[in-house]
Protein backbone atom coordinates (compact mmCIF):
# COMPACT_ATOMS: atom_id res chain seq x y z
CA UNK A 1 0.00 0.00 0.00
CA UNK A 2 1.20 3.74 -0.77
CA UNK A 3 0.44 6.54 1.54
CA UNK A 4 0.49 9.98 -0.09
CA UNK A 5 -0.19 12.89 1.94
CA UNK A 6 -0.45 16.73 2.08
CA UNK A 7 -1.49 20.22 2.90
CA UNK A 8 -1.50 23.70 2.84
CA UNK A 9 -3.35 26.70 2.32
CA UNK A 10 -5.05 28.58 -0.51
CA UNK A 11 -5.03 32.38 0.27
CA UNK A 12 -9.07 32.75 -0.70
CA UNK A 13 -11.93 32.34 2.18
CA UNK A 14 -13.08 28.81 2.37
CA UNK A 15 -16.68 30.62 0.28
CA UNK A 16 -14.94 31.73 -2.42
CA UNK A 17 -12.89 28.27 -2.60
CA UNK A 18 -16.08 26.24 -2.67
CA UNK A 19 -17.66 28.11 -5.45
CA UNK A 20 -14.34 27.98 -7.43
CA UNK A 21 -14.20 24.68 -7.16
CA UNK A 22 -16.79 24.05 -10.17
CA UNK A 23 -14.93 26.04 -11.59
CA UNK A 24 -11.91 24.38 -11.73
CA UNK A 25 -11.99 22.13 -14.82
CA UNK A 26 -11.06 22.35 -17.96
CA UNK A 27 -7.90 23.23 -16.83
CA UNK A 28 -4.64 24.23 -18.87
CA UNK A 29 -2.52 22.76 -15.79
CA UNK A 30 -4.83 19.45 -15.83
CA UNK A 31 -5.66 18.48 -19.39
CA UNK A 32 -5.88 14.80 -18.45
CA UNK A 33 -9.20 15.75 -16.93
CA UNK A 34 -11.28 15.97 -20.39
CA UNK A 35 -15.17 15.23 -19.14
CA UNK A 36 -16.94 16.15 -16.20
CA UNK A 37 -20.87 15.16 -15.29
CA UNK A 38 -22.84 15.19 -12.44
CA UNK A 39 -24.99 11.93 -12.20
CA UNK A 40 -26.33 12.37 -8.64
CA UNK A 41 -27.05 15.72 -6.27
CA UNK A 42 -28.85 16.75 -3.57
CA UNK A 43 -29.22 19.74 -1.80
CA UNK A 44 -30.56 18.81 1.77
CA UNK A 45 -33.62 21.05 3.22
CA UNK A 46 -32.56 20.53 6.51
CA UNK A 47 -29.36 20.86 7.20
CA UNK A 48 -28.38 22.39 3.94
CA UNK A 49 -25.48 19.64 3.13
CA UNK A 50 -24.96 19.68 -0.63
CA UNK A 51 -24.31 16.25 -1.99
CA UNK A 52 -23.07 15.54 -5.64
CA UNK A 53 -21.71 12.87 -7.00
CA UNK A 54 -19.56 12.90 -10.05
CA UNK A 55 -17.86 11.48 -13.13
CA UNK A 56 -14.32 12.66 -14.41
CA UNK A 57 -13.20 11.35 -17.23
CA UNK A 58 -9.08 11.41 -17.77
CA UNK A 59 -7.45 10.90 -20.89
CA UNK A 60 -3.34 10.06 -19.78
CA UNK A 61 -1.24 7.64 -21.41
CA UNK A 62 -0.06 4.89 -19.32
CA UNK A 63 3.08 2.75 -20.24
CA UNK A 64 2.75 -0.26 -22.92
CA UNK A 65 3.27 -2.90 -20.06
CA UNK A 66 0.07 -1.64 -17.97
CA UNK A 67 -1.38 -1.90 -21.32
CA UNK A 68 -0.38 -5.54 -22.03
CA UNK A 69 -0.57 -6.55 -18.66
CA UNK A 70 -4.05 -5.05 -17.72
CA UNK A 71 -5.51 -3.88 -20.65
CA UNK A 72 -7.61 -0.85 -20.97
CA UNK A 73 -6.85 1.71 -22.96
CA UNK A 74 -5.89 6.14 -22.23
CA UNK A 75 -9.69 6.32 -21.02
CA UNK A 76 -9.79 6.36 -17.38
CA UNK A 77 -12.75 7.08 -15.03
CA UNK A 78 -13.37 8.41 -11.65
CA UNK A 79 -16.35 8.59 -9.36
CA UNK A 80 -16.00 11.74 -6.97
CA UNK A 81 -18.38 12.44 -4.44
CA UNK A 82 -18.30 15.92 -2.56
CA UNK A 83 -20.06 17.76 0.75
CA UNK A 84 -20.64 21.36 1.22
CA UNK A 85 -21.79 22.21 4.60
CA UNK A 86 -21.88 25.70 4.94
CA UNK A 87 -22.87 25.25 8.72
CA UNK A 88 -19.37 23.81 9.84
CA UNK A 89 -17.43 25.58 6.53
CA UNK A 90 -16.81 21.85 5.73
CA UNK A 91 -15.78 20.80 2.48
CA UNK A 92 -15.01 16.74 1.84
CA UNK A 93 -14.26 15.43 -1.23
CA UNK A 94 -13.72 11.43 -1.68
CA UNK A 95 -12.54 10.07 -4.90
CA UNK A 96 -12.20 6.54 -6.36
CA UNK A 97 -11.10 5.09 -9.18
CA UNK A 98 -13.79 3.25 -11.52
CA UNK A 99 -11.31 1.83 -14.47
CA UNK A 100 -8.53 -0.94 -13.49
CA UNK A 101 -10.93 -1.41 -10.21
CA UNK A 102 -10.11 -5.13 -10.76
CA UNK A 103 -6.86 -4.52 -10.03
CA UNK A 104 -6.16 -1.73 -7.67
CA UNK A 105 -8.10 0.84 -6.00
CA UNK A 106 -6.59 4.70 -5.58
CA UNK A 107 -8.94 6.25 -2.64
CA UNK A 108 -8.25 9.94 -2.12
CA UNK A 109 -9.99 12.49 0.46
CA UNK A 110 -9.85 16.08 0.26
CA UNK A 111 -10.78 18.51 2.93
CA UNK A 112 -11.20 22.19 2.86
CA UNK A 113 -11.94 24.17 6.00
CA UNK A 114 -11.34 28.13 7.20
CA UNK A 115 -7.86 28.58 8.20
CA UNK A 116 -6.77 31.99 9.97
CA UNK A 117 -6.29 34.68 8.22
CA UNK A 118 -9.11 34.41 5.82
CA UNK A 119 -7.28 31.77 4.03
CA UNK A 120 -8.63 28.22 3.34
CA UNK A 121 -6.77 24.71 4.27
CA UNK A 122 -6.36 22.64 1.95
CA UNK A 123 -5.86 18.67 3.45
CA UNK A 124 -5.32 15.80 0.95
CA UNK A 125 -4.30 11.98 1.48
CA UNK A 126 -4.39 9.45 -0.79
CA UNK A 127 -4.37 5.31 -0.49
CA UNK A 128 -3.02 3.08 -3.15
CA UNK A 129 -3.22 -0.60 -3.05
CA UNK A 130 -3.77 -3.37 -4.86
CA UNK A 131 -6.57 -5.79 -4.53
CA UNK A 132 -5.06 -9.60 -3.84
CA UNK A 133 -4.72 -12.45 -6.08
CA UNK A 134 -2.07 -10.47 -8.44
CA UNK A 135 1.13 -12.08 -9.28
CA UNK A 136 3.22 -9.79 -6.04
CA UNK A 137 5.89 -8.26 -9.01
CA UNK A 138 3.22 -7.50 -10.83
CA UNK A 139 1.04 -5.83 -8.16
CA UNK A 140 3.92 -3.93 -6.93
CA UNK A 141 4.62 -2.75 -10.23
CA UNK A 142 1.33 -1.46 -10.69
CA UNK A 143 1.23 0.16 -7.46
CA UNK A 144 4.28 1.98 -7.54
CA UNK A 145 2.80 3.65 -10.96
CA UNK A 146 -0.32 4.64 -9.61
CA UNK A 147 1.63 6.14 -6.77
CA UNK A 148 4.00 8.09 -8.64
CA UNK A 149 1.24 9.39 -11.45
CA UNK A 150 -0.87 10.31 -8.65
CA UNK A 151 1.87 12.65 -7.27
CA UNK A 152 2.25 14.02 -10.24
CA UNK A 153 -1.41 15.02 -10.90
CA UNK A 154 -2.14 16.30 -7.58
CA UNK A 155 1.15 18.89 -7.76
CA UNK A 156 -0.74 19.76 -11.40
CA UNK A 157 -3.77 20.27 -9.53
CA UNK A 158 -2.45 22.56 -7.04
CA UNK A 159 -0.94 24.88 -9.44
CA UNK A 160 -4.51 24.52 -11.78
CA UNK A 161 -6.68 25.63 -9.30
CA UNK A 162 -4.48 28.40 -7.43
CA UNK A 163 -4.71 29.91 -11.40
CA UNK A 164 -8.61 29.13 -11.62
CA UNK A 165 -9.15 31.20 -7.77
CA UNK A 166 -6.58 33.81 -8.87
CA UNK A 167 -8.30 33.91 -12.13
CA UNK A 168 -11.38 34.15 -10.71
CA UNK A 169 -10.78 36.69 -7.65
CA UNK A 170 -8.25 38.65 -8.76
CA UNK A 171 -10.79 41.49 -9.78
CA UNK A 172 -13.64 40.91 -7.02
CA UNK A 173 -10.77 41.85 -4.29
CA UNK A 174 -13.06 44.04 -2.48
CA UNK A 175 -16.34 42.98 -3.57
CA UNK A 176 -18.61 39.99 -1.85
CA UNK A 177 -17.80 36.09 -2.60
CA UNK A 178 -20.27 36.59 -6.16
CA UNK A 179 -19.22 35.98 -9.84
CA UNK A 180 -20.78 37.81 -11.99
CA UNK A 181 -20.30 35.79 -15.15
CA UNK B 1 -16.32 24.06 -18.39
CA UNK B 2 -15.71 20.58 -19.46
CA UNK B 3 -17.16 18.27 -21.37
CA UNK B 4 -19.94 15.91 -21.13
CA UNK B 5 -19.23 12.02 -21.19
CA UNK B 6 -20.84 12.54 -24.94
CA UNK B 7 -21.08 15.17 -27.49
CA UNK B 8 -25.22 15.09 -26.95
CA UNK B 9 -25.17 16.19 -23.16
CA UNK B 10 -22.93 19.11 -23.58
CA UNK B 11 -25.12 21.62 -24.19
CA UNK B 12 -27.54 20.31 -21.47
CA UNK B 13 -24.43 19.62 -18.92
CA UNK B 14 -23.65 23.36 -19.75
CA UNK B 15 -27.29 24.69 -19.23
CA UNK B 16 -27.30 22.45 -16.09
CA UNK B 17 -23.76 23.73 -14.89
CA UNK B 18 -24.36 27.46 -15.25
CA UNK B 19 -27.91 27.38 -13.70
CA UNK B 20 -26.27 25.56 -10.67
CA UNK B 21 -23.34 27.58 -10.40
CA UNK B 22 -25.25 30.91 -10.14
CA UNK B 23 -27.75 29.48 -7.48
CA UNK B 24 -24.52 28.57 -5.58
CA UNK B 25 -22.76 31.85 -5.43
CA UNK B 26 -25.86 33.26 -4.20
CA UNK B 27 -26.75 30.47 -1.66
CA UNK B 28 -23.18 29.75 -0.06
CA UNK B 29 -22.35 32.85 1.98
CA UNK B 30 -25.97 33.69 3.56
CA UNK B 31 -25.73 29.39 4.62
CA UNK B 32 -22.82 30.34 6.78
CA UNK B 33 -23.93 33.26 8.07
CA UNK B 34 -27.19 31.88 8.89
CA UNK B 35 -25.46 29.92 11.75
CA UNK B 36 -27.47 31.72 14.24
CA UNK B 37 -29.79 29.39 15.25
CA UNK B 38 -31.18 25.93 14.43
CA UNK B 39 -34.34 26.99 13.12
CA UNK B 40 -33.00 29.99 10.96
CA UNK B 41 -31.03 28.02 9.87
CA UNK B 42 -33.29 25.03 8.58
CA UNK B 43 -35.76 27.79 7.22
CA UNK B 44 -32.83 28.87 5.24
CA UNK B 45 -32.18 25.94 3.72
CA UNK B 46 -35.48 24.81 3.14
CA UNK B 47 -36.34 28.00 0.94
CA UNK B 48 -33.16 27.66 -0.74
CA UNK B 49 -33.81 23.75 -1.38
CA UNK B 50 -36.98 24.55 -2.93
CA UNK B 51 -35.35 28.00 -4.76
CA UNK B 52 -32.97 25.25 -6.47
CA UNK B 53 -35.56 22.84 -7.30
CA UNK B 54 -37.70 25.75 -9.26
CA UNK B 55 -34.54 26.95 -10.89
CA UNK B 56 -32.47 24.02 -11.80
CA UNK B 57 -35.21 21.18 -11.33
CA UNK B 58 -35.84 21.28 -14.65
CA UNK B 59 -32.90 21.30 -16.89
CA UNK B 60 -31.04 18.81 -14.48
CA UNK B 61 -34.20 16.09 -15.50
CA UNK B 62 -33.39 16.51 -19.25
CA UNK B 63 -29.32 16.53 -18.31
CA UNK B 64 -29.54 13.95 -15.57
CA UNK B 65 -31.66 11.22 -18.09
CA UNK B 66 -28.89 11.93 -20.90
CA UNK B 67 -25.78 11.18 -18.75
CA UNK B 68 -27.37 8.33 -17.09
CA UNK B 69 -27.52 6.88 -20.72
CA UNK B 70 -24.02 7.89 -21.80
CA UNK B 71 -23.02 6.74 -18.35
CA UNK B 72 -24.47 2.92 -20.04
CA UNK B 73 -22.92 3.50 -23.29
CA UNK B 74 -19.72 3.85 -21.82
CA UNK B 75 -19.67 0.48 -19.89
CA UNK B 76 -19.55 2.81 -16.77
CA UNK B 77 -23.28 1.90 -15.06
CA UNK B 78 -22.00 -1.49 -13.63
CA UNK B 79 -18.04 -0.05 -12.67
CA UNK B 80 -20.48 2.80 -10.65
CA UNK B 81 -23.01 0.38 -9.29
CA UNK B 82 -19.89 -1.60 -7.94
CA UNK B 83 -18.22 1.74 -6.41
CA UNK B 84 -21.75 2.30 -4.89
CA UNK B 85 -22.08 -0.97 -3.33
CA UNK B 86 -18.91 -0.69 -2.01
CA UNK B 87 -18.73 2.73 -0.25
CA UNK B 88 -22.43 4.38 -0.78
CA UNK B 89 -21.15 7.52 0.95
CA UNK B 90 -24.62 8.83 1.58
CA UNK B 91 -23.17 10.92 4.48
CA UNK B 92 -20.36 13.07 4.80
CA UNK B 93 -17.47 11.14 6.16
CA UNK B 94 -15.63 12.15 9.46
CA UNK B 95 -11.98 12.84 8.64
CA UNK B 96 -9.65 13.17 10.71
CA UNK B 97 -6.53 15.77 10.41
CA UNK B 98 -3.41 17.02 11.64
CA UNK B 99 -4.66 20.96 12.01
CA UNK B 100 -8.24 19.12 14.46
CA UNK B 101 -7.31 17.21 17.61
CA UNK B 102 -8.56 13.20 17.72
CA UNK B 103 -11.46 12.70 19.45
CA UNK B 104 -10.31 9.29 20.00
Same mark, same amino acid.
Given at each position: ????????????????????????????????????????????????????????? @?? !?????????????????????????????????????????????????????????????????????????????????????????????????????????????????????????? | ???????? @??????????????????????????????? !???????????????????????????? !?????????????? !???????????????????????
Amino acid at each position: MHYFSQSFNYDHSWARVVIGMWHKYPNPHCSHVVTVDVVDRTVDPRTGIIRTERILG @CK !QRAPIWIVKLFGGSEDAFVREISFVDPSTQTTTISSVNLSLSQFATCNEMIRYSPAPGGRTAFHQTAEIETRMNMWRSAADKLENWLALRFEQNAQLGKVGFTDVLRQLWEDAKDKPAHVSA | MAHSLTAD @CTPLKIEYDSCFNSWFEGYLEPAVSAAASPE !QRAKYSKEKAEEYERKCGKIWASYRDCV !QKAVKEKGLNELLD !QARKENPLKEQPAISSPSQSSSS
